[in-house]
């Protein structure tokens, strides 16, 4: 009689308080998932007058920008981008700009890489411009709202100096799923 007594009560743990015990809140993350990366967006200003009637289609340089420009002297220009986000993987070369501006060639090909994350620091280079090979090579803070203007001294003309502007934006949230979206 005991044992039966025994084996109720055990009966009524495993089976009322058990499913109970055993509901975990989040899964683990595994070994190798990768840490959620912070964006990377880039921008691309050259020394050409700021955009006329005849091409308002350009992208916008934002006014902190200008600002910026202006008190190191550039008095004219104007985006040739819009904010190009980089891959976040190394060296995973991102193409930034192919060179046009109005329909017409006046520049190579430029690309976006980030080589290196380390110690909340990040490492932004980008190469192309001109005929012959220039890089310039940007060092920020690893957090959302870092920004900088990088001038590219070797793709200096008669007009003045291109520029690049690195933002740095939050990780990208994940899409919630089907049955969570919002209506």
């Given at each position: ?87 976040v ?50 060092s920020l ?8 203007i990088a ?13 690049v502007?690195?933002?740095i ?15």
């Open positions: 009689m005991t044992r039966l007594f025994l084996a109720s009560i055990v009966g009524v743990i495993v089976f009322a308080v058990g499913p109970h015990a055993v509901n975990a809140q989040k899964p683990a993350p595994k070994k190798g998932d990768a840490p959620k990366s912070n964006q990377v967006y880039v921008k691309i200003i050259l020394p050409i007058e700021p955009a006329a009637k005849r091409d308002a289609g350009r992208p916008v340089v934002e006014s902190w920008i200008a600002e910026d420009l202006k008190k190191r002297g550039q008095s004219k220009f104007t985006a040739a981008t819009g904010w190009v986000r980089l891959d993987k190394k060296w995973e070369a991102t193409p930034v700009w192919d060179g046009q501006l109005d329909g017409k060639q006046c520049n190579c090909p430029v690309h976006g890489d980030i080589p290196e994350r380390v110690d909340g620091r990040i490492k932004v280079l980008l190469n192309g411009w001109a005929p012959f090979y220039v890089e310039v090579v940007v803070k690893d957090e959302p709202g870092s920004r900088t001038a590219v001294e070797k793709a200096k003309t008669d007009d003045g100096m291109p520029y502007v690195v933002l934006g939050p990780p990208p949230e994940k899409p919630a799923a089907s049955g969570e979206q919002k209506k």
